[in-house]
């Protein structure tokens, strides 16, 4: 059974139509990388899922319950995670706050707190740098660190599917590979499901898995990530050359 | 278009005008002094609020600063048109030359609105370089500010007691001539060059100051003439009864003239206009409803305040479901074949 | 030395009453950027609560001649009751409306409120005596201070480090936080939205009615203006402090209190009636030096 599921979704802001009549499942444990040029509809999608800005048509289901027009924070107690582009740390707290703020919602459920704590402390064993530094303020940190910790932080809710809007958004080469790292050895490890947006289908190349690549709101293709990266239809979706 | 696009052009402020002009006529037919008296406030509201209009509504700012302007406006007519013993005895403090000057009405008017106009150049300056939410409280402030000084300076405002003996006019003709002057003033700035370059402004703020606009100055430009205005407009308010306190100008009337473009639609003239005829008619029909309305045998009245709390509500609903007001950006046109496509800003950024 | 240390005291009584009502309006800003024009008619409402509705010169008292733990428990609900019902009522349907339009529906609301008094009690100031034992004078070194002033100088700094305690150590606290600071990224984490504006309100309402108690106290009148007059000073101190920012609210609340008592003091028998328009003054001359106040709250640059 598919963990994530999207019928027919189409996104508009005002008059512009940012994705139209997309569809693809995701199953538990996959990777999944979407890819495609700047204005493909990417972001639109992804916030979309997290119920940021709902579709006007089409249907999306999460771990067999639909969520479509569903508020963010209803979503995101399903277990689907959203780490926004950008990054978005809450400045001002520190770096143990903001990995706190997520653990609220299992607030209900017995002994959360011994839970939440062995939570914090998985989290603080795959990024070490973030225990040295647990009590500084979280907007202090590099452009590396902030993505660890959003990465963090969207592992504390104890999610089934995290989706990650351009981690390597602004990222010197080796801290990404360091990201990707983490990323893959988490999901080995924890059995999550990973959506990722990149611009570039290079990383995706680099780890493998599925890949879905977008352009203009609609699906081009959608295959083996390598397969598709040595493909010229792939050529023709960034540079705007081939029939299409 | 051609030959209509002209005659639209010139449309808008001509039917508000016939608008006004039928109000009038039909106030001296009924005769009667109440209703003649209703109408005039009808038309200092429209005053007012067009005033307010040319500030607001072309540059999207919040002003709750406004009556400010109208409060130096009336204390202004008073000062040029009160009888100097009069003015001995209430407002001591007078320099001599304005204690001996006693001038007719429509020159106090007129005065007043460039001693507002004046005070709002001054201000503006300094308000002016502000936007947004910090704009909107400054104005406050400024309200506050004068408020607090009128309400003090005893020799020359009496403080907040009231300063009487203003003369008393009772014909209509002058507040319509005068509401009627607010709109072609209004609308000659829409239409101008600053007018222009303010609304671009309003609704593309980054465009705007890319191709050169001076958001500041054409802000200032605006709130200068609004403050003209609504000063022209405070005179006459002193005029309709004669008598001036601070607190006749000050959060209530503030609240009125707001909620009546904010009904109208606070980014049309039309709307301005039409807000007061509507939100007035209201007005008129509650205080009727609070003086006591006989039914049969019995007196039935409503509370006091009901006026307020009505006013309020409808403002709020309004902004609920139709933030844009009844008539949005559009304006009154002739001929209507097709109306103007409201544009998508909306007030404030 | 007694005489400056009453000036002191004065200080910090205002300025203590500017911090509590600034921090009500930041609170509220800071989850939802609502500039709550309503927040002083709530202070007025607070008080009223405890009178029968009537339009005689001295207060018909109802609930107020309670004995003090259970009056102040009384209104401070009755305050965080009214926030909440208007966060309920009205503003929820301005969630997507941009910041003027709720400025706006928060100035006629207020109104609302204000005349819905002015309905049951009349616009003459009333007298009412609460807490009369509070009045006496007592001596600190060597300064005769009233009771109440010093009570209202240590209950905002009880309030304020509640409110610190608050914020900082519970979980709601944290949500609230991180709300104000980013309100999406909150709710993409699990933060209830509904639930944390709401909390806003209620600690917004009852620190408004906790104003109100004070004013009430300090003056012997109730008067439905009341809540106007502190709400405008309140705001100037909002947006000084930088809107959204809690701890700027509370510093440029006292700021605000300590410069109103120093100009009392140091300004020209003549100039002193125009104490205030020097103050609101002042106050546009910070604005344009610093337009994002003297502490920026983070994340107010996206969003205003």
């Given at each position: 059974?598919?963990?994530?599921?999207?019928?027919?979704?189409?996104?508009?802001?005002?008059r512009l139509t940012a994705v139209r009549n997309l569809a693809f499942t995701l199953a538990e444990g996959e990777i999944l990388f979407i890819t495609g040029p700047n204005g493909a509809g990417k972001s639109s999608l992804l916030r979309a899922i997290a119920g940021i800005t709902p579709p006007v048509g089409g249907r999306i289901d999460f771990a067999g319950a639909e969520i479509t027009g569903r508020a963010p924070e209803d979503i995101a107690r399903m277990g689907l995670s959203m780490v926004p582009?950008?990054?978005?740390?809450?400045?001002?707290?520190?770096?143990?706050?903001?990995?706190?703020?997520?653990?609220?919602?299992?607030?209900?459920?017995?002994?959360?707190?011994?839970?939440?704590?062995?939570?914090?402390?998985?989290?603080?064993?795959?990024?070490?740098?973030?225990?040295?530094?647990?009590?500084?303020?979280?907007?202090?940190?590099?452009?590396?660190?902030?993505?660890?910790?959003?990465?963090?932080?969207?592992?504390?809710?104890?999610?089934?599917?995290?989706?990650?809007?351009?981690?390597?958004?602004?990222?010197?080469?080796?801290?990404?590979?360091?990201?990707?790292?983490?990323?893959?050895?988490?999901?080995?490890?924890?059995?999550?499901?990973?959506?990722?947006?990149?611009?570039?289908?290079?990383?995706?190349?680099?780890?493998?898995?599925?890949?879905?690549?977008?352009?203009?709101?609609?699906?081009?293709?959608?295959?083996?990530?390598?397969?598709?990266?040595?493909?010229?239809?792939?050529?023709?979706?960034?540079?705007?050359?081939?029939?299409? | 278009?051609?030959?209509?696009?002209?005659?639209?052009?010139?449309?808008?402020?001509?039917?508000?005008?016939?608008?006004?002009?039928?109000?009038?006529?039909?106030?001296?037919?009924?005769?009667?002094?109440?209703?003649?008296?209703?109408?005039?406030?009808?038309?200092?509201?429209?005053?007012?609020?067009?005033?307010?209009?040319?500030?607001?509504?072309?540059?999207?700012?919040?002003?709750?600063?406004?009556?400010?302007?109208?409060?130096?406006?009336?204390?202004?007519?008073?000062?040029?048109?009160?009888?100097?013993?009069?003015?001995?005895?209430?407002?001591?403090?007078?320099?001599?030359?304005?204690?001996?000057?006693?001038?007719?009405?429509?020159?106090?008017?007129?005065?007043?609105?460039?001693?507002?106009?004046?005070?709002?150049?001054?201000?503006?300056?300094?308000?002016?370089?502000?936007?947004?939410?910090?704009?909107?409280?400054?104005?406050?402030?400024?309200?506050?500010?004068?408020?607090?000084?009128?309400?003090?300076?005893?020799?020359?405002?009496?403080?907040?007691?009231?300063?009487?003996?203003?003369?008393?006019?009772?014909?209509?003709?002058?507040?319509?001539?005068?509401?009627?002057?607010?709109?072609?003033?209004?609308?000659?700035?829409?239409?101008?060059?600053?007018?222009?370059?303010?609304?671009?402004?309003?609704?593309?703020?980054?465009?705007?100051?890319?191709?050169?606009?001076?958001?500041?100055?054409?802000?200032?430009?605006?709130?200068?003439?609004?403050?003209?205005?609504?000063?022209?407009?405070?005179?006459?308010?002193?005029?309709?009864?004669?008598?001036?306190?601070?607190?006749?100008?000050?959060?209530?009337?503030?609240?009125?003239?707001?909620?009546?473009?904010?009904?109208?639609?606070?980014?049309?003239?039309?709307?301005?206009?039409?807000?007061?005829?509507?939100?007035?008619?209201?007005?008129?029909?509650?205080?009727?409803?609070?003086?006591?309305?006989?039914?049969?045998?019995s007196t039935v009245s409503i509370p006091n305040g009901l006026q307020e709390i009505t006013l309020g509500i409808v403002m709020i609903m309004i902004l609920a479901f139709r933030p844009m007001g009844i008539f949005g950006n559009k304006e009154l046109i002739w001929p209507p074949a097709r109306a103007v496509k409201p544009d998508q800003s909306r007030p404030g950024q | 030395m007694s005489g400056l240390l009453q000036i002191f005291f004065d200080a910090l009584s205002l300025g203590s009453l500017y911090?509590?009502?600034?921090?009500?309006?930041?609170?509220?800003?800071?989850?939802?950027?609502?500039?709550?024009?309503?927040?002083?008619?709530?202070?007025?409402?607070?008080?009223?609560?405890?009178?029968?509705?009537?339009?005689?010169?001295?207060?018909?008292?109802?609930?107020?001649?309670?004995?003090?733990?259970?009056?102040?428990?009384?209104?401070?609900?009755?305050?965080?009751?009214?926030?909440?019902?208007?966060?309920?009522?009205?503003?929820?349907?301005?969630?997507?409306?941009?910041?003027?339009?709720?400025?706006?529906?928060?100035?006629?609301?207020?109104?609302?409120?204000?005349?819905?008094?002015?309905?049951?009690?009349?616009?003459?100031?009333?007298?009412?005596?609460?807490?009369?034992?509070?009045?006496?004078?007592?001596?600190?070194?060597?300064?005769?201070?009233?009771?109440?002033?010093?009570?209202?100088?240590?209950?905002?700094?009880?309030?304020?480090?509640?409110?610190?305690?608050?914020?900082?150590?519970?979980?709601?606290?944290?949500?609230?936080?991180?709300?104000?600071?980013?309100?999406?990224?909150?709710?993409?984490?699990?933060?209830?939205?509904?639930?944390?504006?709401?909390?806003?309100?209620?600690?917004?309402?009852?620190?408004?009615?906790?104003?109100?108690?004070?004013?009430?106290?300090?003056?012997?009148?109730?008067?439905?203006?009341?809540?106007?007059?502190?709400?405008?000073?309140?705001?100037?101190?909002?947006?000084?402090?930088?809107?959204?920012?809690?701890?700027?609210?509370?510093?440029?609340?006292?700021?605000?209190?300590?410069?109103?008592?120093?100009?009392?003091?140091?300004?020209?028998?003549?100039?002193?009636?125009?104490?205030?328009?020097f103050v609101y003054g002042a106050v546009i001359l910070v604005l344009i030096i610093r337009p994002t106040g003297l502490i920026a709250a983070r994340g107010m640059k996206e969003r205003v």
């Amino acid at each position: 059974m598919s963990l994530l599921a999207l019928s027919n979704i189409t996104i508009r802001y005002g008059r512009l139509t940012a994705v139209r009549n997309l569809a693809f499942t995701l199953a538990e444990g996959e990777i999944l990388f979407i890819t495609g040029p700047n204005g493909a509809g990417k972001s639109s999608l992804l916030r979309a899922i997290a119920g940021i800005t709902p579709p006007v048509g089409g249907r999306i289901d999460f771990a067999g319950a639909e969520i479509t027009g569903r508020a963010p924070e209803d979503i995101a107690r399903m277990g689907l995670s959203m780490v926004p582009e950008g990054r978005e740390v809450f400045g001002s707290l520190t770096i143990e706050e903001n990995l706190m703020v997520g653990t609220g919602m299992h607030a209900k459920a017995r002994n959360w707190r011994s839970r939440a704590a062995t939570e914090l402390a998985a989290v603080y064993d795959t990024f070490p740098m973030l225990k040295d530094r647990r009590h500084s303020q979280a907007g202090l940190l590099s452009g590396g660190q902030q993505q660890m910790l959003v990465i963090g932080r969207a592992l504390m809710t104890n999610p089934r599917l995290i989706a990650i809007d351009e981690p390597s958004l602004g990222l010197a080469p080796n801290i990404i590979d360091q990201v990707y790292d983490r990323l893959i050895a988490l999901r080995a490890h924890r059995s999550l499901t990973l959506l990722i947006v990149e611009q570039s289908s290079t990383r995706a190349m680099l780890v493998g898995g599925r890949m879905i690549l977008m352009r203009g709101g609609e699906v081009l293709l959608d295959g083996d990530a390598r397969a598709i990266g040595q493909s010229a239809a792939m050529q023709a979706a960034y540079f705007g050359y081939g029939e299409h | 278009m051609r030959g209509s696009a002209a005659l639209r052009f010139i449309s808008t402020p001509v039917i508000l005008t016939l608008i006004l002009v039928a109000l009038a006529l039909i106030a001296v037919a009924s005769g009667s002094r109440p209703f003649n008296q209703t109408m005039i406030d009808i038309f200092l509201r429209v005053i007012l609020v067009v005033g307010l209009y040319i500030f607001v509504g072309n540059s999207g700012v919040i002003s709750f600063g406004h009556i400010g302007f109208t409060c130096l406006g009336a204390y202004a007519a008073a000062w040029l048109t009160m009888p100097p013993m009069m003015k001995q005895t209430l407002l001591p403090g007078l320099p001599d030359w304005l204690m001996q000057t006693q001038l007719p009405y429509w020159a106090g008017a007129l005065i007043a609105g460039l001693w507002a106009a004046v005070w709002a150049a001054l201000f503006g300056r300094i308000l002016m370089r502000l936007s947004g939410i910090a704009a909107s409280i400054a104005t406050f402030a400024m309200l506050a500010m004068i408020n607090s000084v009128y309400s003090n300076w005893e020799s020359v405002t009496a403080a907040t007691s009231s300063v009487v003996g203003i003369p008393i006019i009772r014909t209509i003709w002058p507040y319509m001539i005068a509401a009627v002057l607010a709109v072609v003033i209004a609308w000659a700035h829409a239409i101008s060059r600053a007018g222009l370059a303010l609304r671009a402004a309003r609704d593309e703020p980054t465009a705007a100051a890319a191709s050169g606009i001076d958001i500041p100055r054409e802000r200032l430009i605006a709130f200068v003439i609004s403050g003209g205005v609504m000063g022209m407009g405070g005179a006459l308010f002193a005029h309709s009864i004669g008598v001036v306190t601070p607190d006749t100008f000050y959060l209530t009337l503030t609240f009125t003239s707001l909620s009546m473009l904010v009904v109208g639609g606070m980014g049309s003239l039309s709307g301005a206009v039409l807000g007061v005829v509507i939100l007035s008619s209201l007005i008129q029909a509650l205080r009727w409803l609070e003086a006591g309305v006989t039914v049969g045998t019995s007196t039935v009245s409503i509370p006091n305040g009901l006026q307020e709390i009505t006013l309020g509500i409808v403002m709020i609903m309004i902004l609920a479901f139709r933030p844009m007001g009844i008539f949005g950006n559009k304006e009154l046109i002739w001929p209507p074949a097709r109306a103007v496509k409201p544009d998508q800003s909306r007030p404030g950024q | 030395m007694s005489g400056l240390l009453q000036i002191f005291f004065d200080a910090l009584s205002l300025g203590s009453l500017y911090a509590l009502g600034a921090l009500g309006i930041a609170l509220i800003f800071g989850v939802m950027r609502l500039v709550n024009f309503a927040h002083g008619d709530v202070i007025s409402f607070s008080i009223f609560a405890l009178l029968w509705p009537s339009v005689d010169a001295v207060a018909v008292v109802f609930a107020g001649n309670l004995p003090w733990f259970a009056l102040i428990p009384f209104v401070l609900i009755v305050g965080a009751g009214l926030a909440v019902l208007l966060e309920l009522v009205v503003f929820r349907r301005f969630r997507k409306a941009n910041p003027a339009t709720m400025m706006i529906a928060s100035f006629a609301l207020g109104f609302v409120i204000r005349y819905f008094l002015l309905m049951l009690f009349s616009s003459r100031p009333k007298s009412i005596s609460l807490l009369p034992s509070l009045s006496q004078p007592v001596e600190i070194l060597g300064a005769r201070v009233p009771l109440l002033q010093v009570i209202t100088i240590i209950a905002t700094i009880v309030i304020l480090f509640g409110l610190t305690a608050f914020l900082k150590r519970t979980r709601f606290g944290l949500e609230m936080r991180a709300a104000a600071e980013n309100f999406t990224m909150a709710r993409m984490l699990g933060v209830r939205a509904n639930r944390v504006i709401m909390g806003a309100f209620a600690l917004s309402g009852a620190l408004a009615a906790a104003i109100g108690l004070i004013l009430a106290s300090q003056t012997g009148t109730v008067d439905i203006q009341m809540g106007a007059a502190m709400m405008l000073m309140a705001f100037i101190a909002t947006v000084i402090g930088g809107l959204g920012s809690l701890p700027g609210a509370v510093l440029a609340g006292f700021l605000l209190g300590g410069a109103s008592v120093v100009m009392q003091v140091v300004l020209p028998i003549e100039a002193r009636p125009f104490r205030d328009a020097f103050v609101y003054g002042a106050v546009i001359l910070v604005l344009i030096i610093r337009p994002t106040g003297l502490i920026a709250a983070r994340g107010m640059k996206e969003r205003v």
